[in-house]
């Protein structure tokens, strides 16, 4: 296999749909060890643990609150003790809320900054002495998952658009600043995906034809084109890519 991830100890954020399983699943077919997080909706976890139990993958479920500081680090102790480190950080998670400008309040706005923004800045940060344990022989990684609306806006959405680009901005501050100690940090940018967080929009009338006009691709991008990305960036072949942010969006924002 040219992309081997055999033996990589990766923890991916709000890793139970969507986007994030697929990551998972890409990742644990790939050879990595998967610790797979999730809010709070256990019928997911359950039946993704189910999926990867079955072909004998090695994972751990582990539901905590991203933007609860406590209950990260109890999620990254639990790692800790199971693996002794971590070689791949995958900050997936977040929400996207509809908010027009005048009708959203502090609370909508602190909600989507928290949850897509804060909490990755907690993760890091409990999750860096993990990332700087010595093992030589693997990788070490941090991969957002920001959004074409971080890049290009996104009209009613100035929250959701204002938490990835500073996703973004956090990703190549910290790609300078973790290089010397051997991790590179990245981030994926997706466009439209068909996923529970965009199912009800599209599905809305003229909203789809609407969107695909917009992307040269005329489609609608899937999880695992935004997983096989990740699956890139997180190989040992990417060791050089630094500070990049890969658009998986059919040509919709270049
Ligand atoms: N879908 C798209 O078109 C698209 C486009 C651009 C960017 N993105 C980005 O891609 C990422 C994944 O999107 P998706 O479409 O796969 O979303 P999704 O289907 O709605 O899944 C979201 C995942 O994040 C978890 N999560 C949400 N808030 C959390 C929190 N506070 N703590 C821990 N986990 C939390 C959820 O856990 P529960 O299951 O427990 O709720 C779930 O596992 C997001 O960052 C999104 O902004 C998506």
């Known amino acids: 296999m040219i992309l081997d991830l055999t033996g990589i100890r990766a923890l991916v954020t709000g890793g139970t749909r969507g986007i994030g399983k697929a990551i998972t699943q890409m990742l644990a077919a790939g050879g990595a060890r998967v610790a797979v997080n999730y809010k709070s909706k256990s019928g997911p976890a359950d039946e993704l643990s189910r999926l990867l139990g079955e072909r004998h993958f090695e994972h751990m479920m582990l539901r905590a609150d991203l933007t609860q500081e406590r209950a990260v680090g109890t999620m990254v102790k639990r790692i800790d003790e199971s693996w002794g480190g971590l070689d791949l950080l995958v900050v997936n998670h977040g929400i996207w809320e509809r908010g027009a400008i005048g009708e959203m309040n502090l609370a909508d706005w602190k909600d989507t900054i928290n949850t897509n923004l804060t909490a990755p800045f907690i993760v890091i940060n409990e999750t860096l002495r993990l990332l700087f344990e010595e093992k030589p022989s693997a990788p070490k990684r941090i991969i957002f998952i920001a959004s074409s609306a971080g890049i290009r806006g996104e009209a009613e959405h100035a929250h959701y658009a204002?938490?990835?680009?500073?996703?973004?901005?956090?990703?190549?501050s910290l790609a300078v600043e973790l290089a010397p100690q051997g991790v590179t940090v990245n981030a994926v940018a997706p466009?439209?995906?068909?996923?529970?967080?965009?199912?009800?929009?599209?599905?809305?009338?003229?909203?789809?034809?609407?969107?695909?006009?917009?992307?040269?691709?005329?489609?609608?991008?899937?999880?695992?084109?935004?997983?096989?990305?990740?699956?890139?960036?997180?190989?040992?072949?990417?060791?050089?890519?630094?500070?990049?942010?890969?658009?998986?969006?059919?040509?919709?924002?270049?």
């Open 162 to 172: 204002a938490s990835k680009g500073g996703l973004i901005a956090m990703m190549k």
């Open 191 to 254: 466009g439209w995906i068909e996923t529970e967080m965009t199912g009800d929009y599209l599905d809305t009338e003229g909203n789809r034809e609407k969107i695909l006009g917009r992307i040269p691709l005329r489609r609608i991008g899937t999880p695992e084109e935004v997983a096989a990305a990740v699956l890139f960036l997180a190989s040992r072949q990417a060791g050089f890519i630094n500070g990049h942010v890969l658009r998986v969006n059919g040509g919709e924002t270049i």
